[in-house]
Each structure stands twice: as C-alpha cells, then as structure tokens.
C-alpha cells in the first residue's frame, strides 16, 4: 500500500519550491539563481512523489533526467515532460554553487514556467492512481471518488490537504 503521507510530503516541498522560485522572480532585482535552483528541485521532487506512489525506488540523487526515464518506464505519457525536463536541468544545485553562472529573467521565468507544467502533470497522474486506488482496495469502497478522508488538493499557491465529505 503506498503511504500517502510520504507523497503528500514530496508535494508539500514541492510546492514549496515553486512559491519560493516564484517569489524570487518577483523581488527587485530578482533572484534569478535561485528561481532555477528551486524550480529545478520542484521539478526533481515531483518525479518522486510518483515514483513513491507506484512503489519505485530511486537514487538519492538530483539526476531528474533519469527520474523522468524512471517515470516513463511506467507511464509513457512523461514523455511529453522531456522538453520541460531539459529546460530546467541546467539548474541543478551546481547552479547555488557555480561562479560565475548566471541566466536571465525571461529564462528563468521559462524555467518556472516549465516546472509548473510539471507540477500540473504529476498531480493529474497521481489524483488518478489514487482514484483506482478507491475503485480497487476493498477497505476504500466506502468512499466515492471524491470522498477519499485524504486526497492531493491542487493550488500552486499553497498546496494543502484536503478533507472530502463523505457521499459527494
């Protein structure tokens, strides 16, 4: 049984990240380093979340091109990610540490951009595994779709838990 709470984990930092590249994309001058360091690691915790919700393990690592190859090998549908994946890999955390390496606004706000398509992704994928995890698991039949007590609520802005009635 996936343990949701771990999941929900990798999203929370997930989103995280994205508030936080978000808000360095708007200070004066921005953060540029920091928006592609951030939406890198977004995009690097994402690819875990639904690693970890389809029982695979991964390496302790910031490799999202092979965490991307790792998520295709079960949904081939990641493969349209590449594109984002290539986008934001640049900035690995080298980018925190590396003098002298600097991108622009427009760059980095295409890196944040690609990351949250990421997001928007993974969340759809892993909202519908949960949804055949109630269709499948005789303890959730109890619940319709949409009454799970714990389920992934979408919202880039804070990214939160959220309790479903029961009989919606």
Not at 53 to 70: A, W
Not at 87 to 108: E, H, K, L, Q
Request: with cysteine; proline share 3%.
């Amino acid at each position: 049984m996936q343990d949701f709470e771990i999941i929900d984990n990798w999203f929370k930092k997930a989103n995280s990240d994205l508030v936080v590249a978000d808000i360095c994309l708007k200070l004066i001058p921005p953060e540029i380093d920091q928006v592609c360091h951030h939406s890198f690691m977004a995009v690097e915790k994402l690819f875990k979340a639904f690693l970890t919700i389809n029982n695979i393990s991964f390496s302790r690592n910031h490799d999202i091109i092979n965490l991307l190859q790792q998520c295709q090998s079960v949904d081939f549908e990641f493969d349209i990610l590449l594109i984002s994946c290539l986008i934001v890999v640049p900035y690995d955390s080298g980018i925190r540490y590396s003098n002298g390496f600097s991108t622009d606004f427009f760059i980095a706000k295409n890196v944040l951009k690609e990351a949250e398509k990421v997001y928007a992704f993974v969340f759809d994928k892993i909202n519908a595994i949960i949804d055949k995890i109630i269709e499948s698991e005789p303890k959730f039949q109890q619940f319709n779709k949409r009454s799970l007590p714990i389920r992934i609520n979408l919202n880039l802005s804070e990214l939160k838990l959220q309790e479903l009635e029961d009989g919606e």
